[in-house]
């Protein structure tokens, strides 16, 4: 009896022909960035809402007095580092011909979009090289899969060709982690330092970054002997043991990093450098487009200082650094380093008393490495579909009040904006405690 011929292979599937190969990928992500730009060139000549963030105009402003010899801080409301201007030099620059101008102006949406697509690319390389936060690799195309949160992500690419400079930053960071578990501890201590000039906000990942970099972790490096210290060792030997000659690298190469970019900015623009940059951020008070809790009060503060006893915006700060740098990195840095910089950054945003949609991608960047193990992704209807839907419903909920009061006029603050504020801090407090829960249980 003759045997059956064996069915013919099954076809892949279009989504994992679409990620089998990086080209159609990256190409998607372009276009649909080239898309926005264009769509926004549109919209911010046709239309009174503008579709340009108006931070680009206070980039490209500060960029403009660059370029004549003057300073940034010359702008009134810059508040970002010198480096920031110059990269947007190019947007200052003018010819006879309209379009050619609208193209320059535009040249700095199109460098944040590059860096979205950049740190895509990165978000690749790490899930390939470490499964992120799963601790095993991935094949190249489950990879792309999971990088397409960031690289097709609408939210992300709307905010980058409105001009917001978030995407820099999510190739620092995802630089910066691949930096630190690739044990290239230099580049990581160069990255860590330039991040912390260049946003202040990554600061918050030097001590993850630190305790992660025990001596039996790093023992894994070429020529390494692994260093034990008993159960009975002194105070005195365990504080030795804890300064190992990679944290002490990272620490100083970091550190050097920072005070050298500051020191050269100081030398050239001086007192202004520091207010502006740093000084600002400990008693800043914005109270538009905020999701914070702190929104309200924020206000009465900036209309009515003189009624105002306790001056929450710098006091703010104190259990978001107590969460993000101190109780977070203890007990989840060692288990698992990607989700615990999520779980930091998460809180970090969560608890800052300015919370704009811009800072959703400071965490947002970290998803494609935390997911693919996650409780969220494990457990999609009855845990990862309702976060999901109540994190976007409770945004959704405050952007209706938002709108009222910015568009509309009407005074929304009490009860409305403020119930608003307290249930988007609720729902990611909870999507938070998820995070570090899965970080504890590895």
């Not at 090289?129 to 991935?138: D, I, L, P, R, V």
């Not at 290239?184 to 990942?205: D, N, S, T």
């Not at 207010?275 to 109270?287: G, K, N, P, S, W």
């Amino acid at each position: 009896m003759a045997k059956p011929p064996n069915p013919p292979p099954s076809s892949p599937s279009l989504i994992t022909s679409f990620f089998s190969k990086p080209l159609p990928v990256y190409l998607s992500a372009a276009i649909l960035r080239i898309v926005l730009l264009v769509y926004g060139l549109w919209q911010d000549a046709n239309s009174p809402l503008k579709y340009t963030d108006i931070d680009y105009l206070v980039f490209t402003d500060a960029a403009r007095f660059v370029s004549r010899g003057q300073s940034p801080y010359d702008r009134e409301t810059y508040r970002y580092t010198p480096v920031l201007a110059w990269l947007l030099l190019p947007t200052a620059h003018t010819t006879d011909n309209p379009i050619w101008d609208a193209v320059w102006f535009s040249s700095g949406k199109v460098l944040f979009a590059v860096a979205d697509l950049v740190a895509g690319w990165l978000l690749v390389r790490l899930l390939t090289a470490t499964g992120g936060a799963g601790n095993q690799a991935m094949d190249a195309t489950t990879a792309r899969k999971f990088a397409a949160i960031w690289l097709l992500n609408p939210m992300v690419a709307t905010i980058s060709t409105r001009g917001s400079s978030e995407g820099l930053l999510g190739v620092l960071v995802t630089a910066l982690l691949w930096a630190v578990l690739a044990r290239r501890v230099a580049l990581a201590g160069i990255l860590l330092g330039f991040g912390v000039h260049f946003k202040i906000y990554p600061f918050i990942y030097a001590p993850a970054i630190v305790w992660w970099m025990d001596a039996e972790r790093m023992a894994t490096m070429p020529g390494k002997k692994r260093q034990q210290t008993g159960q009975h060792a002194s105070p005195l030997d365990r504080l030795l043991s804890f300064v190992t000659p990679e944290r002490l690298q990272v620490t100083l190469v970091s550190l050097a990093t920072f005070l050298g970019l500051n020191a050269v900015m100081y030398s050239i623009y001086g007192k202004p450098f520091l207010q502006h940059t740093f000084l600002h951020h400990v008693t800043r008070i914005d109270h538009r487009h905020n999701f914070s809790p702190y929104n309200t009060q924020l206000y009465l503060t900036s209309a009515f200082p003189e009624l105002s006893t306790l001056r929450i915006e710098s006091v703010a700060f104190l259990p978001q650094l107590l969460l993000s740098c101190v109780l977070i990195p203890l007990v989840t840095a060692k288990k698992d380093l990607p989700t615990a910089m999520l779980a930091q950054t998460f809180a970090f945003v969560t608890f800052n008393k300015v919370c704009t949609s811009q800072y959703f991608l400071w965490y947002m960047i970290f998803l494609p490495l935390y997911l693919p193990t996650s409780s969220f992704l494990r457990h999609k209807a009855t845990l990862g579909i309702p976060a999901l839907a109540l994190w976007v419903l409770s945004q959704g909920a405050w952007l209706q009040q938002g709108y009222g009061l910015e568009f509309l006029g009407q005074s929304t603050f009490l009860p409305g904006l403020w119930l608003a504020s307290l249930g988007f801090f609720l729902v990611n407090c909870w999507i938070l405690g998820v995070i570090v829960g899965d970080a504890r249980g590895k």
